[in-house]
């Protein structure tokens, strides 16, 4: 476990810390592995066992619904998303109603405000409940990597924002620089803020629209519950340590990791097949940088994340599905 989490944070201290809009940040090596479509050991078991909340992959169809992508650390972008969706007011508290959002993943790294963000979120979420919405927060392949020790896109700022966390346990990081134990073990499994992510899926499917941080190929789609419970499992510290992540971490076409629908080309016939399997209409995803939030396979496929942080200077959309779709801009 040790040796994983020190390969990674000298791999951190080489890195490029200044991304741009036209860069996207390869995958980090050696994660993740060619896979997928093969079923694990724990899938053919019946998935993970661990002791969790059930969080449901279906959510009834609200009224109003609006997605939001990747915030990379930026909490002023966070709270323009937020209020523009019609979700909180000045004093970022909940005014929704039975608003239900989605944010599809990617908080954390590349800004200084990550914390203050998942604490907003979390604070939103029983918000959001008690006034008959929801906030529905998914992971995304920044979450993970976080989890398993890899800090290369951790800003200087970032690497201490979890330092005053109550309750953090960084007497077993003690081996550690100091100026990173608290990250570790804030977001390593079964750390504070961890086990708060546990409760998040990868993929969710509210009414017809399936949500995910990079979109559902391949054979992924007969997979879902079992790719959401490994990953919870495992931020929960009820399977493994920074060095076991689950497979949704390591292989490139998963739900956290694929490219396939966020670039020039796209397999209409294979999204058209995974929202048949699925009985959805359409999808949302996020992860790869679009110009401005837009949709594929005749609005089969919308891609949200616009890099609306600092860090890639995008602007802040989000994207409305019902009543009907609608992309939705405003200033920071």
Same mark, same amino acid.
């Given at each position: 476990? $040790?040796?994983a989490?020190?390969?990674? =944070? =000298?791999?951190?201290? /080489?890195?490029? &810390?200044?991304?741009?809009?036209?860069?996207?940040?390869?995958?980090?090596?050696p %994660?993740?592995?060619?896979?997928?479509a093969?079923?694990?050991?724990?899938?053919?078991?019946?998935?993970?066992?661990?002791?969790?909340? +059930?969080?449901?992959?279906?959510?009834?169809?609200?009224?109003? %619904?609006?997605?939001?992508?990747?915030?990379?650390?930026?909490?002023?972008?966070?709270?323009?998303?937020?209020?523009? /969706?019609?979700?909180?007011?000045?004093?970022?508290?909940?005014?929704?109603?039975?608003?239900?959002?989605?944010?599809?993943?990617?908080?954390?790294?590349r800004?200084?405000?990550? #914390?203050?963000?998942?604490?907003?979120? !979390?604070?939103l979420?029983?918000? @959001?409940?008690?006034?008959?919405?929801?906030?529905?927060?998914? %992971?995304?392949?920044?979450? %993970?990597?976080?989890?398993?020790?890899? *800090? $290369?896109?951790?800003?200087?700022?970032?690497?201490?924002? !979890?330092?005053?966390?109550?309750?953090?346990?960084?007497?077993?990081?003690?081996?550690?620089?100091?100026?990173? &134990?608290?990250?570790?073990?804030?977001?390593?499994?079964?750390?504070?803020?961890?086990?708060?992510l546990?409760?998040?899926?990868?993929?969710?499917?509210?009414?017809?629209?399936?949500?995910?941080?990079?979109?559902?190929?391949?054979?992924? @789609?007969?997979?879902?519950? +079992?790719?959401? @419970?490994?990953? &919870?499992c495992?931020?929960?510290? #009820?399977?493994?340590?920074?060095?076991?992540?689950?497979?949704?971490?390591?292989? #490139?076409?998963?739900?956290?990791?694929?490219? /396939?629908?966020?670039g020039?080309?796209?397999?209409?016939?294979?999204?058209?097949?995974t929202?048949?399997?699925?009985?959805?209409? $359409?999808?949302?995803?996020g992860?790869?940088?679009?110009?401005?939030?837009?949709?594929?396979?005749?609005?089969l496929?919308w891609?949200?994340?616009?890099?609306?942080?600092?860090?890639?200077?995008?602007?802040?959309?989000? *994207?409305?599905? #019902?009543?009907?779709p609608?992309?939705?801009?405003?200033?920071?």
């Amino acid at each position: 476990m $040790r040796a994983a989490v020190w390969f990674t =944070l =000298l791999a951190a201290s /080489a890195c490029d &810390r200044g991304p741009t809009r036209d860069k996207v940040a390869p995958p980090p090596p050696p %994660l993740p592995a060619e896979s997928s479509a093969a079923p694990s050991p724990a899938a053919r078991a019946g998935g993970p066992r661990c002791e969790l909340p +059930e969080v449901p992959l279906r959510v009834a169809a609200p009224g109003r %619904l609006v997605a939001i992508g990747d915030l990379h650390g930026d909490l002023a972008a966070a709270r323009a998303a937020l209020r523009a /969706a019609g979700a909180i007011d000045d004093a970022d508290r909940w005014i929704g109603g039975d608003l239900v959002v989605v944010q599809t993943g990617d908080v954390l790294d590349r800004g200084d405000d990550e #914390q203050a963000i998942l604490d907003l979120l !979390f604070r939103l979420e029983g918000e @959001a409940k008690a006034a008959g919405g929801a906030m529905v927060l998914l %992971l995304g392949n920044h979450e %993970l990597m976080n989890g398993a020790g890899d *800090l $290369r896109y951790v800003t200087p700022g970032g690497m201490r924002d !979890f330092d005053d966390v109550p309750g953090l346990d960084t007497a077993r990081w003690a081996e550690l620089p100091e100026p990173v &134990r608290g990250r570790i073990a804030a977001l390593t499994p079964g750390g504070v803020y961890a086990k708060k992510l546990a409760r998040n899926n990868i993929v969710a499917i509210v009414g017809d629209t399936v949500f995910s941080h990079a979109g559902v190929v391949g054979a992924w @789609a007969q997979r879902l519950d +079992e790719v959401n @419970a490994s990953s &919870r499992c495992w931020l929960d510290g #009820q399977a493994g340590g920074p060095e076991a992540p689950p497979e949704a971490l390591t292989a #490139q076409d998963s739900p956290v990791w694929t490219r /396939a629908l966020g670039g020039d080309t796209v397999d209409c016939d294979g999204v058209r097949a995974t929202l048949a399997t699925l009985g959805a209409k $359409r999808m949302a995803v996020g992860h790869t940088i679009q110009p401005s939030i837009n949709a594929v396979c005749d609005g089969l496929v919308w891609r949200i994340d616009v890099g609306m942080s600092r860090a890639y200077g995008g602007p802040v959309e989000i *994207l409305e599905l #019902q009543p009907t779709p609608r992309v939705i801009r405003t200033e920071r």
